[in-house]
Structures are given as structure tokens and as C-alpha cells.
């Protein structure tokens, strides 16, 4: 009997182990068939499972990522005191000891990294967005990029002067931080009459209390596949606010590739009917095309730089002075954690996928132009 038990116990770990490659399978091989997993995943189960995780989550009205999060340190400080201990009790047996531990930790690696592929990370083979919305994305030029980027500082310069600011002069949320996150779900409820991908019931988006900690890894905001949750750095400068919250949900909708997410953030941004919606979606996009042109037209740059406002430039200063003070060894670590991350949920370009944002408001920019003519 014993025999018996100690055979299905085993039987049990070698399933576990096996997690791992299965989930590397599925998701590289599911990488072969975007059509499947728009239709029955991203568009069905998946999207059905983050509403119901969504859901629940949202009960509590603080994130509960972060009882998570705490929860896991705490474990895990107990799991590496325990083994110690061991190693100290059991001289005589320190392999075993040693082979128990890293056994256990794999097969909890597993458990994890399987849940993360089948609740979330297939959003990852989707169809990309530019498909889904039928844009035309190629053939883009940088006299294209620089008309793209006049036309949104003239539309940022319009609107800071309808958005409230402080005493320093710098652009802040007059109805609060908070009332933000409330605020963001009627931009997306314009959004989604054009694109029925993006509808659906979730979860309020969440501010972290422990918002400074999000500022040192350098994270705006950050969604979590395990709890369904937009989670919002609430510390950073309130012209990012707005367009974070927007990218985050974006996320929670099943669009998981960062530069997707961006525009998407943007698109609800300028949709929402708060202004200072409007402003904070308008300045993020126009940093992304900027940085943008920086790269392949230096001069033409300098001359379009010229064209900020004294308001937007105030703006732009506050958000750089925040950032910079959070600037570190653990900033870098993150930031490099997070690019591993990108490449091996196969975004090649890593942390620089960010930019290819600029593509799809490079073809916003045509369709508008088009669409003004035609008038």
C-alpha cells in the first residue's frame, strides 16, 4: 500500500514537472494559428476568464495584486528559512534536502507559468490589432512621421489650454486621482461601437497603495493575469494618469503587445469625453511619435520641439524631473527583467516594441487626412 502511494506520488510530480514544456508548447505552437485564438480564445474562453477573474477581484476595492504580491514574499522568505533550517538539522542529508527543495520549487514553477500561458499569454498569438481594425500599416515615411507629429502638437497644444493646472504651472486631474479611474471606462464604451473587440464587463481599474515601489521598477501601471486587475502607479505626474489607465485595460481586454496597448490607451484617451482625457492620451502619443523622429530626422526634430507651448513644455519637464529621481540599479534591473519578458512572449523588438505605436498613428493620421479631403 505504501509502495502504491509513493508510486502515484510520483506519478503526480513527473504531471506537474511536465507543465512547463506543455506550456511552452502550447503557446508556440498555438503561435502558428492566430485565426484559432482570436475566435475561440481571445475572443471566447480567455476573454470570458478575465471577465470572471475581473469580477471577482473587483470585489475588494483595493488592488488585490498587491495581498498577493506581499503574500508571495512572505512565502517565500518561509520557504527559504525552512530550507535552511533543513540544511542546519539534516547534516547527513544535505543533497536530498537540497534535490527536495529545487524539486518543489520546480513543479510550483510549473503550476505558475502554465496558469500564466492558458489564462493570458496566448493573447500574445492573437491577430494584431492592425488587422482587426483593417489597417494598412506599411510603406511608412518620415515625411508621413513629422506631419504626424505637427498635427498632434498642434491638437496638444489646443488642448492643455482647457486642462486645469497647479500652482507650478504643471497640468493636474482637478475631480482627483481616483475619480480617474472611474472615468476611464467612457472612453472605452465610445471605442468600443467601432471596435465590438473591445467590449465587455471588467473590473474598475486600481490604484497601488504601494504606488513609489512601482516609480522605482519604472512601471506606470502594470496588468496582472492572475487577478484580472488594471493596476495604476498613482504617484507619477497626473498628465500620465488618464492614458496609463487606458493602456492597462487595454490589456485586461485581451490585447496584451505593449505597442497595441499603447494605441489602444490613446484611442480610448481622445474618445473619452474629459478633457483632461483627451490632453493626457494626446501628450503620451505625441512623446511616442517624437521620440520617434528624434531617431531618423534630428533636425526636423528641433524644429517641430519649437512648436510646444510653454504650458506643454512645463508638462513635459515635470514628468522628466519625476522620473529621473527614480532613476537606479533597481530601475535597470526592472527594465531589463521587463525585456526579457517582451522577447520571450515574442515581442522581438523588446522594451523598443514600444515605438511601433508611431505606425498606427501614422495611419489614423492618413485616414483622417483622407477623410478631410474627401469633404
Known sequence: MELKFKRQGMIKKIILIMLIPCGLILFYGTSYTPDLIEKYYSQFIGKKFIQVLSYISGILPISFMEFLVIGLILYILYKLYSFVYSLIKNKGKRKKVVADFMKEVFIKVSIIYFIFVAGWSLNYNRYPFSKIAGYDTHSVNIEELSQVCESLINQTNELRLKVKEDGNGVMYLSDGKKNALNAAQNGYDVLMKQYPELNGSYGTPKGVLFSKFMSLQGLGGIYCPFTGE??????????????????????????????????????????????????????????????????????????????????????????????????????????????????????????????????????????????????
Open 230 to 375: 488594471a493596476n495604476i502607479n498613482m504617484d507619477m505626474p497626473d498628465s500620465s494618469i488618464p492614458f496609463v489607465i487606458c493602456h492597462e485595460m487595454a490589456h485586461q481586454r485581451g490585447f496584451a503587445r505593449e505597442d497595441e496597448a499603447n494605441f489602444i490607451g490613446y484611442l480610448a484617451s481622445i474618445n473619452n469625453p474629459r478633457i483632461d482625457f483627451k490632453y493626457s492620451g494626446s501628450i503620451s502619443a505625441l512623446n511616442y511619435a517624437m521620440n520617434a523622429l528624434y531617431e531618423h530626422d534630428k533636425a526636423k526634430f528641433k524644429i517641430l520641439r519649437g512648436k510646444f507651448s510653454d504650458e506643454l513644455n512645463r508638462d513635459f519637464k515635470a514628468r522628466s524631473v519625476y522620473w529621473q529621481g527614480y532613476e537606479g540599479v533597481v530601475n535597470k534591473v526592472s527594465n531589463a527583467a521587463n525585456n526579457t519578458y517582451l522577447k520571450v512572449n515574442r515581442q522581438k523588438d523588446g522594451v523598443e516594441s514600444y515605438g511601433r505605436m508611431v505606425d498606427l498613428l501614422i495611419y489614423q493620421y492618413r485616414q483622417n487626412k483622407l477623410l478631410n479631403n474627401s469633404k
